[in-house]
Every structure is written in structure tokens, then in C-alpha cells.
């Protein structure tokens, strides 16, 4: 993925999951199609696998929660799922449909299965879109799976334990030794339980290393601009209306295909 360095990156997670205007429609094109016409540019995104090896976008293993469906997806044939709408309406969109419908669109894709591990590496290949995606998982064996899948030729995030090398590390050297040498960026909460996870030092190792620093899920005027005055590199928001308004105001929105405005 294209990831300039000195523009911090607006994440729409799950398409603004949280946004007055689309509240209810997360990981829909409807979602989607409201971020890119807010500007945005950085889509956040899941991807789960049908029965059928079908890439989904959408966050869960089950359809219950925001859908009118019911039933664990990997036992789902594509046309299935389908059956299922999404606050009653909105059809749950393959990950081509996104391909498709944002073509200019970088994609942040978090992998929730292990089907999907290997269906993914393939369509990127497939699409030749290596220069769209960043991939992560909170799953250290599918990250490392899909590392091998496709030989460092797409952008990951860092795993669990290569966040935790950065967080530790005494230098970004050590960090990068103990495991960080693969990913491109840092995608983390502020804090997780009882430990804070992004401190100066976390922050300052990893721009050491070249290693950019995104923070989720952040919906708060007043959390972003301090995130923003510490220096991180990414904000993934629900509220997207929020993060532009803050972007804008100090001078930092900026979208990859238009530059500021």
C-alpha cells in the first residue's frame, strides 16, 4: 500500500461504521460509498471466507449480529449469505465488489478466518492490486501464512508479538531483531486491559525502524488531536465525519489522489 510519510492517513473502519448518516451499515457498500464521498481514500475493511472460497467483507464469523441472517459464514455458500441484508437492506458485499466499485481506493484488510488466508494472496496476485492493500491479523499464524503466500510483496501490518518487540525493545534495532523486520506498520490501540501500548518510545522505535504507527479505533475530537500531537502516522475512526473535521482544522486532510483539499 501506498503509505507517504509525513501525511497522516484517515482509515475509514469498516466504512465509518458509526457515522449518523450510515449508523448500522458497517462493512456495506452504502458505508463504503458515504467515506469516499467524505474524501476518504483508506478503506478499512475484514474479510472472511465462504464455503464456496469466496472473500467476504465483513467482520464477523457469524451473520447474526448485523444482519437479518443467521449461521456461522465458512458454512455458507456466497448465494446463501446473500439471502441476508444488513439493517434490513444492504446486501453483504464480496471484497471485489469493493475492488470494484473504489477503484482507486486503498484497501486495509484484516484477515478474520484462516480460508481466507490463502484466497486473499491469490486475488491480490490475481488483480495485481499489491500496491492497494496493507493485510494484518490479530493472528500471529495468519500473518505469517500469508507472508510466505506472497514473499514480501505486499504491505503487512504487524502481529501481536511484533507490536509487543516494539512496545519492550530497549532500540528499534533490538525491536526489528526480536521480529519486526517484516511489517510496514503498527496498527494499535492506545491501550489493551491495563497496559498502555503506544507510548513515546513505542512511537519513536518504530519511526526509527521506518515503521509507521496507526492507532484504532479512535472517535473523539479530543483523543485525536492528542494522538495527532504526539506524531502517530494513522487514524482509524467510526466517526469519519469527526476525523475530517479535526484533519481539516489543523491543516492535515489530505487524501492520496487529490492532496489537500
Not at 12 to 29: C, S
Not at 189 to 216: C, F, I, M, S
Not at 224 to 233: E, K, Q, R
Request: overall charge negative; aromatic content about 6%; some cysteine.
Amino acid at each position: 500500500m501506498y503509505l507517504p510519510t509525513g501525511r497522516v492517513l484517515a482509515f475509514a473502519h469498516r466504512g465509518g461504521a458509526d457515522h449518523p448518516e450510515i449508523e448500522g451499515l458497517e462493512n456495506t457498500l452504502a458505508a463504503f460509498r458515504h467515506a469516499a464521498d467524505l474524501g476518504y481514500d483508506y478503506l478499512e475493511t475484514d474479510v472472511v471466507a465462504t464455503s464456496d472460497g469466496v472473500l467476504l467483507a465483513f467482520h464477523d464469523d457469524v451473520l447474526d449480529r448485523v444482519s437479518d441472517g443467521s449461521g456461522s459464514i465458512h458454512g455458507l455458500s456466497l448465494a446463501e449469505v446473500r439471502r441476508s441484508r444488513i439493517a434490513g437492506r444492504e446486501e453483504i458485499p464480496a471484497f471485489t465488489d469493493l475492488l470494484d466499485a473504489f477503484p482507486d481506493a486503498c484497501f486495509n484488510v484484516d484477515i478474520k478466518s484462516e480460508a481466507a488466508v490463502e484466497l486473499l494472496a491469490e486475488l491480490i496476485a490475481e488483480r495485481g492490486i499489491a500496491d492497494r492493500v496493507l493485510v494484518g491479523s490479530f493472528s500471529v499464524r495468519r500473518t505469517r501464512r500469508f507472508r510466505r503466500l506472497t514473499a514480501g510483496r505486499v504491505a503487512t501490518a504487524a502481529h501481536p508479538l511484533e507490536v509487543l518487540a516494539f512496545r519492550l525493545a530497549p532500540t528499534a534495532a533490538v525491536a526489528r531483531l526480536l521480529g519486526g523486520r517484516s511489517c510496514a506498520a503498527l496498527q494499535i490501540p492506545v491501550a489493551r486491559g491495563p497496559l498502555r501500548v503506544l507510548t513515546p518510545g513505542l512511537l519513536r522505535r518504530a519511526h526509527a525502524a521506518g515503521v509507521q504507527v496507526h492507532v484504532w479505533t479512535v472517535d473523539e475530537p479530543e483523543e485525536m488531536h492528542a494522538l495527532l500531537d504526539l506524531g502517530i502516522d494513522g487514524i482509524f475512526t467510526d466517526r469519519t465525519d469527526v476525523l475530517k473535521d479535526v484533519l481539516v482544522a489543523r491543516g492535515q486532510w489530505w487524501t492520496r489522489r487529490r492532496g489537500n483539499r
